[in-house]
């Protein structure tokens, strides 16, 4: 029986239909036994093991190393948008397939960004803490309404993001290598962008490409009091510049959902003007759903 390995860490567990599906075709699937992003290795390791013809994959890294000892190898499946973990020059000297699933994880990014705006903005999380910890103060905060937002890649989550604030009252600027227009966003160089926003929301794909997009020189042209927002790749940001820039006021708050080294461990979560959430930004019910039942389609199809 042919093996398909599912290495993306929860799949299934919004909806069991994908996986009867795979069974159904006639495939032996294992699934990722650690419930967490996996390292080289441990891919590794699983595809050593399990000598897959398939694979529906996370963020996880698939390099040359791990695409050559998979031998049996022909289609990887992405749940979810970005190749950049995926070594695909590799994979395409290799004959490997690969295909993604671009629909399903916009929404659920979107709105989550714009729920880390709303959180940051009315310290909702910090009255939280308050709260728990049995003291009653009621911090001074602001509206969304009004703030320029620039968003950093205007593709189908950046434009997604644009729509539910354009109900705000906000004002969008945005910058993007490929997208030159857009039909709520006021396209404009990087520079302008990141001098003129209340608020900087990242949406453009990690890598070496890419890597550290967000050094010390990009946070420190911000506007002082400027928030940053980063639901795409935790590789984007260079989270030391990052904790001098919220420690010295620079910057007033910060949201992340993707981080460098994950599960994270590091200094910024001493922080209080720092939201952190562990990498939910595609994590609704709903769209896992879609997601991993596109993810099943376009295995199966590359497959046959």
Known sequence: MK???ITTSSFGKADPRPLDQLRDAGFDVQLNPFGRKLTESEVLNLVEQHHPTGMIAGVEPLTQKVLTAANQLKAIS????????VDCATAKELGIKIT??????????AELTVGMMLTLLRKIHFSDAAIRHGQWVRPMGSLLHGKTVGIVGCGRIGAAVAVRLKAFGCRMIGCDVIQKESDHIQMMNADQVFAESDIISLHMPGGKSNYHFMDG??????KKGAVLINTARGDLVDEKALGAALQSGHL???ALDT???EPYEGPLSALENVLLTAHIGSYAAEARVMMEAQAVENLLKALA
């Open 252 to 254: 007033s708050g910060a």
């Open 217 to 222: 020189r990009r946070i420190n042209s911000m």
């Open 259 to 261: 981080f460098e080294s």
């Open 100 to 109: 993604n699933t671009p629909d399903g994880p916009t929404l659920a990014v």
């Open 3 to 5: 093996t398909i390995l």
């Open 78 to 85: 992405r749940c979810g948008i970005g190749l950049e973990s």
